[in-house]
Nanobody, 127 residues
Framework: QVQLVESGGGLVQAGGSLRLSCAAS????????MGWFRQAAGKAREFVAA????????YYADTVKSRFTITRDSAKSTVYLQMNSLKPEDTAVYYC????????????????????WGQGTQVTVSS
């Protein structure tokens, strides 16, 4: 069982930056990939970014590419989401997720492929 705890959300003005963190409890050797998803009020959960635990591959939604960066620190068992040039439409609850076991690259965007989830952290971007 992997437990995930997110932190770093908050209120920021448009154009600002935030860094989200997701700390995974031991053991992490079973994790293949970790992802960030978000859910705005009244909308479906959507993929934001993902990274393989090895760090070999990263994936981004088109809406955040070039603005967000996902990284991981295996020594700290933590994944980060650096969010720059934030827009009001980035406002949502952001969730961290973990996938044990391999999955194809074209599967990383589907939230149903992740087995473990954090509690979520609110990000609000004011205009």
């Amino acid at each position: 069982q992997v437990q995930l705890v997110e932190s770093g959300g908050g209120l920021v003005q448009a154009g600002g930056s935030l860094r989200l963190s997701c700390a995974a409890s031991r053991p992490t050797f079973s994790i293949y990939a970790m992802g960030w998803f978000r859910q705005a009020a009244g909308k479906a959960r959507e993929f934001v970014a993902a990274i393989t635990w090895s760090g070999d591959s990263t994936y981004y939604a088109d809406t955040v590419k070039s603005r967000f960066t996902i990284t991981r620190d295996s020594a700290k068992s933590t994944v980060y989401l650096q969010m720059n040039s934030l827009k009001p439409e980035d406002t949502a609850v952001y969730y961290c997720a973990a996938r044990p076991g391999w999955m194809a690259a074209n599967s990383v965007t589907f939230y149903s492929n992740y087995n473990y989830w954090g509690q979520g952290t609110q990000v609000t971007v004011s205009s």
